[in-house]
């Protein structure tokens, strides 16, 4: 079945800092790419998506590319401020046809702290 | 928009009690989905309903079950509650079934 693996946490940095959470998938077909934030005590924020090979998610100053090569979707700012302190998750959606479409399959999650 | 409202926001149980859930989604939505988070487990997808059909499901037992209403809005019942049931649960919709997903604040439930 389909898997997502993130880098292991948590992630401590000083403001302005650049800021690198490493995600990389299993999957069949076509899947579609996201990565989600979660603030304490709320639900998940979409923070961008791809849904093909090559494109470029960007939202916020973070951006991420989907590598089909490398099966990957790395997280990327280059100045991370104190207010980007949550949780990160990488996911992935099941393309059509297979057994997986319609749902995400979540990493495990990023826990991101910014200094100032 | 308005975006996913799920109600309600907490719960407490005692086990072999049963609870509902309610999930509304976005205005023009029809798939909605349901995920379990816990700290041991992280995010497991509970199931997912489009056009009032559940079209596909996770790996949970049968006490866990939900149905779509034509108004897209949602609910998920889970009888027999466990203790570990306890968990946030989260609603998330989308406008089709391979599209960004839209979450809702989750209802935090405490089985004792």
């Known amino acids: 079945g389909n898997s997502v693996t993130q880098m292991e946490g948590p992630v401590t940095l000083s403001e302005e800092a650049f800021l690198t959470i490493n995600c990389t998938y299993t999957?069949?077909?076509?899947?579609?790419l996201f990565w989600y934030v979660q603030y304490p005590g709320e639900g998940l924020q979409l923070l961008l998506k791809?849904?093909?090979?090559?494109d470029k998610g960007s939202n916020k100053g973070f951006e991420a590319t989907y590598r089909k090569e490398t099966t990957s979707f790395h997280l990327e700012k280059g100045s991370v401020q104190v207010s980007d302190s949550a949780v990160y998750f990488c996911a992935l959606s099941g393309s059509a046809g297979g057994t997986s479409y319609g749902k995400l399959t979540f990493g495990q999650g990023t826990i991101l702290t910014v200094h100032p | 928009k308005a975006g996913v409202t799920q109600t309600p926001r907490y719960l407490i149980k005692t086990r072999g009690q049963q609870v509902t859930l309610s999930c509304s989604p976005i205005s023009g939505h029809r798939s909605v989905s349901w995920y379990q988070q816990t700290p041991g487990q992280g995010l497991q997808f509970l199931f997912e309903y489009f056009s009032e059909t559940q079209r596909n499901k996770g790996n949970f037992p049968g006490r866990f079950s939900g149905r779509q209403f034509s108004n897209s809005r949602s609910e998920m019942n889970v009888s027999t509650l466990e203790l570990g049931d306890s968990a946030l649960y989260l609603c998330a919709s989308s406008s089709e079934r391979q599209g960004a997903r839209y979450f809702g604040p989750g209802t935090r439930l405490t089985v004792t």
């Open positions: 999957a069949t077909g076509y899947p579609s």
């Open positions: 791809a849904t093909k090979a090559d």
